[in-house]
T-cell receptor
Framework: AQSVTQLGSHVSVSEGALVLLRCNYS??????LFWYVQYPNQGLQLLLK??????LVKGINGFEAEFKKSETSFHLTKPSAHMSDAAEYFC??????????FGAGTILRVKS | DAMVIQNPRYQVTQFGKPVTLSCSQT?????MYWYQQKSSQAPKLLFH???????NEADTPDNFQSRRPNTSFCFLDIRSPGLGDAAMYLC?????????????FGPGTRLLVL
């Protein structure tokens, strides 16, 4: 069965610093992977998705993620954090029956 | 802009009093999903409709029901809310059910049970 593990339930960075949110997946088939962002009391917004076209995926708001099959990882990065990036981030894999399987989420805090 | 709309954004109900949450979409998508998200947890799929075909998750309590009267609207009915049903309820849509399909989420309805 497909699953994702997000390492670190909370990540804190300074404004302007690199953002790195970690996601490892488990899948018996080539995975389709997604990163979503959730601001407080809001729904989930798609940041980017990997569908095997390219290993480096660029998303909205300056985020990108690299698919590494050898490491079964799909980490999310942004070169320079902004205060508005403070939110919860969910990694997800498309699972059996074409259902999204979410990780537990990582709360990103950005310090001024 | 095409979008997923949920009403109301906040809903307060009493223990045991039936409540209905609403979702509408202007994307003309075939699939509509309902997720439950409890505090500090990932969203959990309750059920989904593919067109008129209803698909319930095995562990969704019988207390939760859904209706989809047309392509645009989908409702979540909680017949007898308990305190443990207090959560954010998220509606999502997708064009189809292939592996690459993106799910588009609404803003959610936060349910409080008194």
């Amino acid at each position: 069965a497909q699953s994702v593990t997000q390492l670190g339930s909370h990540v804190s960075v300074s404004e302007g610093a690199l953002v790195l949110l970690r996601c490892n997946y488990s899948s018996s088939v080539p995975p389709y992977l997604f990163w979503y962002v959730q601001y407080p009391n809001q729904g989930l917004q798609l940041l980017l998705k990997y569908t095997s076209a390219a290993t480096l995926v660029k998303g909205i708001n300056g985020f990108e993620a690299e698919f590494k099959k050898s490491e079964t990882s799909f980490h999310l990065t942004k070169p320079s954090a902004h205060m508005s990036d403070a939110a919860e981030y969910f990694c997800a894999v498309m699972g059996y029956g074409n259902k999204l399987v979410f990780g537990a989420g990582t709360i990103l805090r950005v310090k001024s | 802009d095409a979008m997923v709309i949920q009403n109301p954004r906040y809903q307060v109900t009493q223990f045991g009093k039936p409540v209905t949450l609403s979702c509408s979409q202007t994307l003309n998508h075939n699939v509509m999903y309902w997720y439950q998200q409890k505090s500090s947890q990932a969203p959990k799929l309750l059920f989904h409709y593919y067109d008129k075909d209803f698909n319930n998750e095995a562990d969704t309590p019988d207390n939760f029901q859904s209706r989809r009267p047309n392509t645009s609207f989908c409702f979540l009915d909680i017949r007898s809310p308990g305190l443990g049903d207090a959560a954010m309820y998220l509606c999502a849509t997708s064009r189809g059910r292939t592996s690459q399909e993106t799910q588009y989420f609404g803003p959610g309805t936060r349910l409080l049970v008194l």
